[in-house]
Structure formats: structure tokens, C-alpha cells
């Protein structure tokens, strides 16, 4: 099986995207299905990954030209490249539903008769959908619908995901899956050493450690869990936050200007990004990790966290919240702060059940979502869809074509 993903960016820095993309496609061309990435970004992506397969081993990436026509679009010799792929491909993987040159190349793929498949990535959710709204509603209607509803499937990874998705392509055909994840460095944990030589705070008298790894972004509810901070120091709990990941620089500031305003900036630490055995090593030192966001499909970091046997606090804006709850080793709270502060105070003053949320947690991961678990699924998927086949091809250029200034318009 040769599978085709087509991707923005392999720049894991950008989020969940990337990062699925990378994890799926090197653990299927580890099972003996080739993966090729085409993207117009490919910062921080291995240089052995660059430079074509190794055997089956590794996944190849191809950077393709950033689209010109109308800003938005392949030209034609940007196209020749990209068919010349296709014609090498059991199925196309897309990864974007709001960007037209996706559909450009879904479009290009259903006339040369190769099926693709569409990972949502929480992109229609109520919550995103509500943001640009109006936007996004015409780009539905000009061509984002047929798009999803020619599709061989619809990639969601949670039910929840689905049950807010579908009205957005009723007559569509969609598969619920969680994301394939490489979970080959969480299995031996490189100890808590590692992250301390580097963040000193971490053996700041024993305060007990917040960990927020994630994007720093409005939607993830930084600003919430800085007011649960500034609400447990009022009530004499001891502790310190830790923020790793990176974000707009103004905002980034915001968020530090807000900790001085509630007088715990002494206690909040900004360490940007965190990558390979040092995140994993900082996970480890966590007593709790926390995400308030307002929104995620899946929530790669949850597992990482897990995985590490680090307890988490999270909200019902997580689509798998329901599964994560179940492991007995996260608790779930509305987004609000003083809940969160509820929460936090709960877990930090009860060592014991810390410990024994920790200790359910590792195992869960990797029978819930350990690769041998869900290759198989991963690869009924595909032949899945191979067998089904592209669907109507034939109007598929002039219904396209029709659509090109308008949808490069409102993306």
C-alpha cells in the first residue's frame, strides 16, 4: 500500500498536525506501506527523511513550491509534479480542509482515479467553526462540502469529533480512528535528571511543578490557568507553573504581563520550546500537567503526558475527554478558573492519589493507543478506502474550476 499525505508544513512546532502526519507515516512505512509527504514547509523535519526512503523504513518528504496561482493555488508545473506522485499512490492523505490547494489536489487525484481520505484535526468543531464564521460557511458552500463529501472517508479521530462535524457533510462517508502516535520514545523515560540540568527551578525547594506544554495560543487557555495560579497563591498553596511551547511574540508577552499583574511572575516560568528526551525528561518532573483549552480533536500532549505517567487536569473541550477520564488518571473540569484552582488544589495536596493516577496511566497509553494496537485498523482503513474507489470524477474540473477566485478568496 502506497499512501500519499499532503500537509502544509512537517514543522512539528506547528501543533498536532505535523506531528500526526510524521508519527502515521513512519510507523506505516515501518509495517512495509511507503509514505511519501508532500508540503511547502519543511523546517525541523529529519534531514534522512529529505533525502527519499530508506527501504520501507522511513517516509519520504517532498517540499513543493508554496502555491502561486491567486496566491492560494498550484500552477501548472506545480501540478505536474504533484500527479506525477499520484500516479505512484494507492491512496491520497490530505490534512487541511481550509486550504484550496488541498482541494486542488483532491480534485486532481479523483480524475486520475486515485481515492483520498480527509483527517479533519478538529477543524469542524463547533468551536473552530464559530471562529470567521461567516468565512468559513461560504468556503463550505463554494467547494469545502464536496470536497468532504467526495471523499473516500472522513478521518475523525473521537465520536465526539464526528457528532459536531457532520452536519457539515451529511452525505459524506467517515471512519473514527485516534491518531497513530510513535510511541517508541515514551518507553524508556530518560529520568528527571535530564530537563533539571537544564530548568533549574524544577528543584526550586520542592515546589511543586504546573507542566503546560502546548501551543501558546488563546485557544489552549493559558490566561485561565495563570487566574487558577494567582487563585491557589491566595490560598497559600504552594507552587510553581511551567509554560513550554512557543507563541506570537506580543502574545507571549501579554501572558507575561498578566502573571505580573496577579504577582506570581516569580512563580511562572516560560521556557519556550521543548523537544526530544528534554520534553519527555520535563514531563517527568511534572506533578501535574494541565491543558484548559477550549478545543482539541484529539490532544496528542494528553497522551505524551500520560505516557510519562504525569496525572492531567483538562477540559470537555477535549473530544476524547470521555476515554482520557476513563484511564483513572485525569481529571476533567468545565473551563473555568476557579474549577481548575478546584482542581489543581485537589491533586496537589494528595500525594497518594497523584501517585496512584500516575501509576494507571503508562499502561493505559500503550494499550489504548500503542502502535500494534491500531496498525490494523490503520491499514483496513486505507485498503478501505483503496477499494472504494475515487467517486464522481467527471464534473469534478469545470465544478472546480467554477470555484478557483471564490475560494481562494474567502481562505
Known sequence: MNILHYVESTDSRQGGVPRFVLDASRVMAAEGHPSTILTQDTTETPEAWLTGHDGNSLPAVHRLPRPALLGKLFGPSEMREIRKHLKKADVLHTHCVWNPATLQIAAAARQMGVPYVVSLHGMLDDWCMAQRSFKKRAYMSLGGRHFLEHAARVHCTARAELDQSKKWFPNGAEAIIPYLMDLEPFRQLPGRELAAKRFTFLENGGEPTVLFLSRLHYKKGPELLLQAASRLRTQGIRGQVAFAGTGEPAYVESLKTIASRLGIAGN????????????????????????????????????????????????????????????????????????????????????????????????????TYGEQTLIGRYEKFYADCAGRGPASAASDSAHFDRALPELAAVA
Open 268 to 367: 511562572v516560568h516560560f521556557l519556550g520550546q521543548v523537544i526530544g528526551r528534554e520534553k519527555i525528561s520535563l514531563y517527568q518532573n511534572a506533578d501535574l500537567f494541565v491543558l484548559p483549552t477550549s478545543q482539541e480533536n484529539f490532544g496528542l500532549v494528553l497522551i505524551e503526558a500520560l505516557a510519562c505517567g504525569t496525572p492531567l487536569i483538562t477540559t470537555k473541550g477535549v473530544d476524547i475527554w470521555q476515554d482520557v477520564q476513563a484511564s483513572g488518571a485525569a481529571e476533567i473540569v468545565d473551563q473555568r478558573p476557579e474549577q481548575l484552582a478546584d482542581a489543581i488544589a485537589k491533586l496537589l495536596s494528595d500525594e497518594s492519589l497523584r501517585c496512584d493516577m500516575g501509576a494507571k496511566a503508562r499502561p493505559w497509553v500503550f494499550e
